[in-house]
């Protein structure tokens, strides 16, 4: 079975998903919706990464529960997006980081599908009811980066 090899790929994926939450948070602080509405779906994906380490132990897995998901660079970034405030500049910022987050939760919603796919074909209920629960925050999060592209785009770009 290569279940092991979709689970770690998958908890990759939402590591990685979790840590562009938390640098866009923190590029764009100073815009209060995206900066909290980052941190609760990074939440989100930190809640997964959890689940997927306790689902890893079954398949002989040591997958990290709590990873580091916050950037290094996280108080500088802050600090930059506090004197930068609301210039034209940082609005393309946004639309640039809107569009890498977008792509990288793409990659996950693939990953989740893919674990589904696999947990059914082994027949491991457990692990097909931790896709069914977490697959679907993977997809709001992707709508909400689609809808922020959606707003932001004609905006930033027509200006």
């Known amino acids: 079975m290569k279940i092991d090899?979709?689970?770690r790929e998958l908890h990759r994926s939402e590591h990685k998903l979790a840590l562009?939450?938390?640098a866009l948070a923190a590029r764009h602080k100073t815009d209060h919706e995206i900066h909290h509405v980052a941190l609760d779906l990074a939440d989100w994906?930190?809640?997964h990464l959890c689940e997927l380490a306790a689902a890893g132990?079954?398949?002989g897995?040591?997958?990290n529960a709590a990873p580091r998901t916050e950037a290094l660079t996280t108080p500088v970034q802050e600090k930059l997006s506090e004197l930068l405030g609301h210039r034209p500049e940082p609005a393309l910022v946004l639309l640039m980081d809107l569009r890498h987050l977008h792509r990288v939760a793409a990659g996950v919603s693939v990953d989740w599908e893919l674990l589904a796919q696999g947990a059914q074909a082994v027949t491991d209920p457990?692990?097909?009811a931790l896709t069914q629960r977490c697959?679907?925050?993977t997809?709001?999060?992707?709508?909400w980066t689609n809808a922020m592209l959606k707003v932001l785009a004609p905006q930033v770009l027509a200006s």
């Open 57 to 59: 132990t079954r398949y």
């Open 5 to 7: 090899f979709a689970l």
């Open 126 to 128: 457990e692990l097909l």
């Open 135 to 137: 697959h679907p925050q």
């Open 139 to 143: 997809l709001r999060q992707l709508r």
């Open 61 to 63: 897995l040591d997958l």
């Open 20 to 22: 562009t939450l938390s």
């Open 45 to 47: 994906s930190n809640n």
